[in-house]
């Protein structure tokens, strides 16, 4: 049975359609394009256990599409999507079947992404791979921040649960990125990721001609003092539909700059460690989903036996 399905068939669910107003006017399961889901265009049967979601993102410097720059890392890759505003790709890296996805930027663009991923396809774990800004002390340019959680102050996810609900990263998925980052043996920080729509004025950055308002002077500031380590507009949406849908979700992002202490921009520095810890954290997870058999979680003492 698929994910969806077992949401869908949640009582609690069912009750709120029977009085829904256009429950018949709206189709079921979203839109199709020759017999696929619209808007990524995906072969969902071709979709790997784990899925990297990146953005076009000019400041990563990726020369390319960054799903056709994971592909080339995978054994065995093929293009499972094209639909002009997704390009999906398919492979295998040591034993794990991994999906890469790239779009836009920002949470409504993951949303859009993530609906095709989870309604269509049993995918367990959703991992958002990007660049971002530095707001946390000792947060240097070309360090990675492995997400803890994410201060949700974008506005997607509030339209599917109140703001109290927590953007928590997923335990397992922090523990395999920060074995793949020790494997690496690059700097990397642990904490908490800050996802806003606005990346200027909502940032703390100036916008057109210096724009500012006397809030906006604040936010940088805010962030620093509460420890939150770095800022992007991604994240929030990753984890919080990841666990609103029963999945596995969390962040890597390389860092390019840190307006609180003043370290310049550096296009793309640091990204390929982050490429390189994501994928060795996705093996992580495969072995570790191995290891638990039919266990609902892992813990160390799985591992022990194994060895």
Known sequence: MRKSDEIRNKPSIQSIHKTYEYENNIPPRGFFINGRPALTQIDPDKVGDYVIVLVRDALCAYGEDPAKVVADRLERSELIGQSGMFTSYSGWYKGAHITAVSGGSGAPEMEL?????????????????????????????????????????????????????????????????????????????????????SDYVGGGRPGVGGYLQPRNMEHAAVYNRAGCLNGDRESSAIITLSALFGRRGGSVCSVSDNMCSGARFTEGIGHNYALDVVLEGCANLHRMDTQKGEKSNWYPELAEKES
């Open 113 to 197: 992404i993530l609906y095709d991923y989870m309604e269509f396809t049993n995918a367990s774990t959703f991992i958002r791979l990007g660049g971002s800004g530095g707001f946390g002390d000792g947060v240097n340019p070309g360090d990675l921040v492995i997400a803890s959680g994410a201060v949700r102050g974008e506005g997607m996810t509030r339209a599917y649960i109140d703001a109290g609900y927590p953007a928590a990263a997923h335990y397992e998925v922090v523990l395999a990125m920060v074995q793949a980052a020790e494997t690496v043996k690059h700097p990397y920080h642990v904490g908490v990721t800050v996802s806003c729509d």
